[in-house]
């Protein structure tokens, strides 16, 4: 049996640059430009001239965080990759910083933990999550120390499973503490997305007020049965939402905000807002 393997386009459109290792994977350097709230007053001794001997204002806010990922993975683990939406997640983030100040964050699927690391940066604590396959939970602890300069809020690396919600008492309540829950990139599989849907419920069923942001890249395809081209799994995800009748209360983030982060922010991008609704 033919075993396909995808790629993420961030590396082919980007100027974020990598050093490859060994077993298909590489460190790549994510260049941000650091949000004026972010950017701390130097003494003149510690600025940066060009060749025009004019303070470089580029060089002078930019960051950059230290990701290990895969190259490429086959579909059930395209995880260990670095997509768009994680990146238009983390640029929402910081360019709404006080939606997520002094937070209790839990990321779902934070594959190589790019997103999280982005989160920290303002909230209190952050819980990132994932399944616990092909090494991604160490994974994710080795980006969290190559990156720890940055990190300014505790960090907890724990196993969630979409398709295994037998949490015991002590890690639902754990889970449940989070006021903020992201997910990027997770929506690609019909499974998988099932899942997510019924997580989302299980964290949703709650007496307090929760805030869900989910960044996703429509995936179109040519279908013969409707004879249009579709994105089906994005499409699967809202009509799960639907059949359920879930009490929530859903709005679409227009993705104009500014981007801190190198990629090609293309229009199929979304941006979604999800709310639990108290007390109806």
């Not at 008492?169 to 989070?178: L, M």
């Not at 997510?196 to 890249?217: C, G, P, R, W």
């Not at 995800?237 to 500014?258: G, Q, R, T, V």
Request: hydrophobic share 40%.
């Amino acid at each position: 049996m033919t075993l396909y393997t995808v790629t993420s386009e961030i590396f082919t459109e980007s100027e974020n640059s990598y050093i490859k290792c060994k077993n298909d994977t590489a460190i790549s350097k994510f260049i941000f430009k650091y949000p004026s709230y972010m950017i701390k007053p130097k003494c003149l001794n510690d600025l940066i001239y060009d060749n025009d001997d004019d303070i470089d204002i580029d060089r002078q806010q930019e960051g950059k965080l230290l990701i290990e990922h895969h190259i490429s993975t086959e579909l059930q683990h395209v995880g260990l990759q670095v997509w768009r939406g994680a990146l238009l997640l983390a640029d929402y983030i910081l360019s709404n910083p006080n939606l997520f100040k002094n937070k209790v964050i839990l990321e779902l699927g934070a594959g190589v933990g790019l997103t999280s690391i982005v989160a920290s940066f303002p909230a209190a604590e952050v819980i990132c999550t994932d399944i616990d396959v092909k090494g991604i939970l160490k994974l994710i602890h080795r980006n969290f120390i190559r990156n720890k300069a940055y990190i300014k809020s505790k960090i907890y690396v724990k196993e969630l499973n979409f398709l295994n919600l037998k949490w015991s008492t002590f890690y639902k309540k754990r889970i449940n503490e989070a006021t903020i829950i992201l997910a990027a990139d997770v929506i690609y599989d019909e499974t998988v997305t099932k899942g997510f849907v019924q997580t989302l419920t299980e964290l949703l069923n709650s007496d307090v007020q929760k805030v869900v942001y989910i960044a996703l890249e429509k995936r179109y395809v040519f279908t013969t049965a409707k004879m249009e081209t579709t994105a089906p799994m994005y499409e699967e995800f809202l009509n799960l939402i639907e059949a359920k009748h879930l009490n929530w209360h859903i709005e679409y983030i227009k993705i104009d905000f500014p981007q801190y982060f190198k990629y090609n922010r293309v229009k199929q991008m979304v941006l979604i807002k999800i709310e639990n609704k108290l007390g109806k």
